[in-house]
């Protein structure tokens, strides 16, 4: 069974720095693309961003680009989420989800929500302004 936990979400000064992590059991991440998502309160859940399988490819939400990167560890079964230049509205809870397949996120963008099978429970970030 697919499973994720993420961790790091914390209270951080606006311009400050955070990173996040999604540890994964019950799967190979060989197999599967993992995406961040958030969700601030009173809003819909948004993309953050995505990797592929083999790591070689990623996208960005257009407002986290510049500031925000996504890496992935296959040997320690993790997935990274570096934010930097936080800012009050990146207050949220993130959440790490896995989508089957491989993709060229870079060219084709993020699979739609919809498409990923499993889903952690979330961590808390909130950026004080």
């Known amino acids: 069974q697919l499973h994720l936990v993420e961790s790091g979400g914390n209270l951080v000064q606006s311009g400050g720095s955070l990173e996040l992590s999604c540890v994964v059991s019950?799967?190979?991440?060989?197999?599967?693309?993992i995406g961040w998502f958030r969700q601030a309160p009173g809003k819909e859940r948004e993309g953050v961003a995505c990797?592929?399988?083999?790591?070689?490819?990623?996208n960005y939400a257009d407002s986290m680009k510049g500031r925000f990167a996504i890496s992935r560890n296959n040997v320690k079964n993790t997935i990274y989420l570096e934010m930097n230049s936080l800012k009050p509205e990146d207050t949220a809870a993130y959440y790490c989800a896995a989508v089957p397949g491989s993709g060229s996120y870079y060219y084709t963008g993020c699979p739609s929500e919809y498409e990923y099978v499993s889903w952690g429970q979330g961590t808390h970030v909130t950026v004080s302004s």
């Open positions: 019950g799967f190979s991440l060989d197999y599967y693309g």
């Open positions: 990797i592929s399988s083999g790591g070689g490819s990623t």
